[in-house]
């Protein structure tokens, strides 16, 4: 892997990782009920176990990607970046929210793209 891929990769590592942190400790705080646009703290309540599962997923492809690197295994790195590029586009369709495209799938694409070419 050179070392754009290996940035680029570590990236979305560290925003999986930043996701599991918002969805599993912050969901129900101002900072996690702003991040994801809930319609009140009440709302945060009633679904942080969906959220805290939610994060714990992040958690893994982020474990994913940091192991893809550390054993320099690209297709362990193609197979979790394909992942995390269709958990975006589903939850930019699901939620009708194209910010979710652009946060997600499009850092995954950048480094996959980074993966095939350099």
Do not use: R
């Amino acid at each position: 892997m050179s070392v754009l891929t290996i940035v680029l990769i570590s990236f979305v590592a560290l925003e999986h990782f930043y996701f599991l942190v918002l969805e599993m400790f912050f969901w129900t705080t101002p900072k996690g009920i702003k991040s994801f646009g809930l319609k009140s703290k009440a709302f945060a309540e009633d679904t942080k176990v969906l959220a805290a599962n939610q994060g714990l997923y992040n958690g893994f492809l982020a474990a994913g990607l940091v192991l893809s690197v550390l054993l320099n295994a690209s297709y362990f790195a193609f197979f979790f970046l394909a992942c995390v590029i269709f958990a975006g586009i589903y939850g930019a369709y699901s939620t009708k929210n194209i910010k979710l495209f652009y946060i997600q799938s499009l850092p995954g694409l950048l480094a996959l793209a980074a993966l095939a070419f350099l």
